[in-house]
C-alpha cells in the first residue's frame, strides 16, 4: 500500500509559477510510475505529466514546455514544477502512483488557481 499527500497548490497570478509535491510512504520501491492529473469543474480528469522508474517523461500537449515532472527518491518526494502558468491551468491537481502489478493510488488533490 501506498500513501501519497500533495502539497504546494495555491493563488498565483498568470504568467508566475508553482512548485507541487507529493510526498510518498509505504510500499514505495513497488511504485512502476508517478504522475500528476488535474480535474478542473465541469471537465474529465486528465493526466498532466508521468514518469517511470527509469525516468522517461511524458507531458499532456497543454503543458509541454511550461511544466516540469521530476522525483527525489532520497525524499520519497514526486514534484511538479509549474511556469508560465495560465487560468485554464486552475484545477484540482492528483497526485498519482501506480504499482508493479498495476494497483492504482491516488492523493486527496491540492487546488491550483492561476488568477487573469
Known amino acids: 500500500q501506498v500513501h501519497l499527500v500533495e502539497s504546494g497548490g495555491g493563488l498565483v497570478q498568470g504568467g508566475g509559477s508553482l512548485r507541487l509535491s507529493c510526498a510518498a510512504s509505504?510500499?514505495?520501491?513497488?511504485?512502476?510510475?508517478m504522475g500528476w492529473y488535474r480535474q478542473a469543474p465541469g471537465k474529465q480528469r486528465e493526466l498532466v505529466a508521468f514518469?517511470?522508474?527509469?525516468?522517461?517523461?511524458n507531458y499532456a500537449d497543454s503543458v509541454k514546455g511550461r511544466f516540469t515532472i521530476s522525483r527525489d527518491n532520497a525524499k520519497n518526494t514526486l514534484y511538479l514544477q509549474m511556469n508560465s502558468l495560465k487560468p485554464e491551468d486552475t484545477a484540482v491537481y492528483y497526485c498519482?502512483?501506480?504499482?508493479?502489478?498495476?494497483?492504482?493510488?491516488w492523493g486527496q488533490g491540492t487546488q491550483v488557481t492561476v488568477s487573469s
Open positions: 498519482h502512483a501506480s504499482m508493479n502489478w498495476g494497483s492504482n493510488y
Open positions: 509505504g510500499n514505495i520501491l513497488s511504485i512502476n510510475q
Open positions: 514518469i517511470t522508474s527509469g525516468g522517461i517523461t
